[in-house]
């Protein structure tokens, strides 16, 4: 079934390939008798044991048709209750943790202390820190602070608004009210 060139074809080939190989019997040898790996077969037999082969081809191409189905199935299923699932398991061990035998009941193990950190693992992890912030340039309160920004030029030109009338109602104190003694203070 499989040629020289194509090593492996499809299973459409495949499938194509046994077809012909039915219909040309059928058609050109009708009466033929064949041996064939040592084994005796007359055309109708061949063709019935071809046939066997097409159903059999024909059974795992709509086998896998349902497994892709079910697969995309369990995918949106999983993508739907997966972080409810995880979360039910976190919750169950943080429940359970000293009781690893109630535990097993969900089918669950207690979760693992982390290792003690050595001083080398921390005075790495201090020192990839400083480099990644060095990196990123980020600063802190006070480094900010101390970072301003010169503009040069730009002009400014105050806008000075029309100075309304005070209405005719209002006392003439209240003019007074706006000296410096009364705003510095």
Same mark, same amino acid.
């Given at each position: ?30 009466? &033929? ?5 040592? /084994?005796?077969? /007359? ?15 024909? !059974?795992?191409?709509?086998?896998? !048709? &349902? ?41 669950l193990k207690p979760r693992k202390a ?17 480099? /990644? ?14 970072? /301003? &920004?010169?503009?040069?030029g730009v002009t400014i030109i105050p806008i000075k608004a029309p100075v ?22």
């Amino acid at each position: 079934m499989s040629s020289i060139i194509d090593r492996k074809p499809s299973k459409a080939a495949t499938f194509a390939q046994l077809q012909a190989l039915v219909s040309g019997l059928q058609k050109q040898l009708p009466n &033929g008798s064949f041996t064939l790996v040592s /084994t005796a077969y /007359t055309t109708p037999a061949l063709v019935t044991a071809l046939q066997g082969l097409v159903t059999a081809l024909a !059974a795992v191409d709509t086998a896998q !048709a &349902g497994v892709k189905a079910a697969l995309a199935t369990w995918h949106t299923e999983e993508a739907k209750m997966g972080p409810t699932v995880l979360a039910l398991k976190r919750t169950l061990q943080s429940m359970y943790a000293n009781a690893p035998d109630t535990l097993a009941v969900f089918g669950l193990k207690p979760r693992k202390a982390p290792a003690p950190r050595t001083a080398a693992q921390k005075a790495a992890t201090a020192a990839k820190a400083a480099a /990644t912030r060095a990196a990123r340039g980020t600063a802190g309160k006070k480094q900010k602070s101390a970072i /301003t &920004g010169d503009v040069t030029g730009v002009t400014i030109i105050p806008i000075k608004a029309p100075v309304a009338s005070p209405p005719a109602a209002q006392p003439a104190t209240t003019a007074l009210d706006v000296s410096p003694r009364h705003g510095g203070q």
